[in-house]
């Protein structure tokens, strides 16, 4: 195996596991929320977490140190063109994805307090639920920007 196609693999995958973690983290959550029981969202928050720390955290890793050394390797001007764009828009979701975690460690715990006490959810808690999905959906429109960006290569 060539160190390019390595390379190729890893970041093809990192992709993969960022739009497919990013996808389900959003959908269970929200399916979550819809039921509008404590327990449930806080049994799901914490499983959430978790997968955000692993997946998407080893994700947020790869893909810039794998896209550099691809650029290199190829001879692509990192900070120019679609690669320029790939970045600022990855910078971007970086912007909304940090906050979204300590939403989702936000949201979980006033869950689970609520669930302890056997009282409703707060306003707080719908105020939070409600930022959270308002930055979900940048970020995941930008992801799907870059994967664009990588499979087109546009020239500009």
């Known amino acids: ?8 693999f890893l970041h093809i995958v990192g992709g993969a596991v960022l739009l497919g ?3 389900g983290i959003a959908f269970f959550l929200l399916q979550a929320h819809r039921t509008g029981d404590a327990s449930v969202i806080a049994a799901v928050g914490r499983i959430v977490i978790v997968a955000d720390f692993l997946f998407t955290a080893t994700a947020v890793i790869v893909q810039p140190v794998t896209g550099l050394l691809l650029a290199l390797q190829l001879g692509y001007p990192v900070l120019t063109g679609w690669i320029a764009l790939s970045i600022s828009l990855y910078i971007l979701v970086g912007c909304l994805w940090l906050p979204v975690v300590w ?35 940048p970020a995941f429109a930008a992801v799907l920007a870059i994967l664009w960006l990588m499979i087109a290569k546009p020239a500009f």
């Open 1 to 8: 195996m060539t160190t390019y196609f390595a390379l190729k």
């Open 103 to 137: 939403m989702q460690m936000k949201l979980q715990r006033l869950a689970a307090e609520a669930a302890a006490g056997s009282t409703p959810l707060t306003p707080q808690y719908y105020r939070l639920f409600g930022l959270w999905f308002a930055f979900g959906v």
């Open 21 to 23: 973690t990013g996808v």
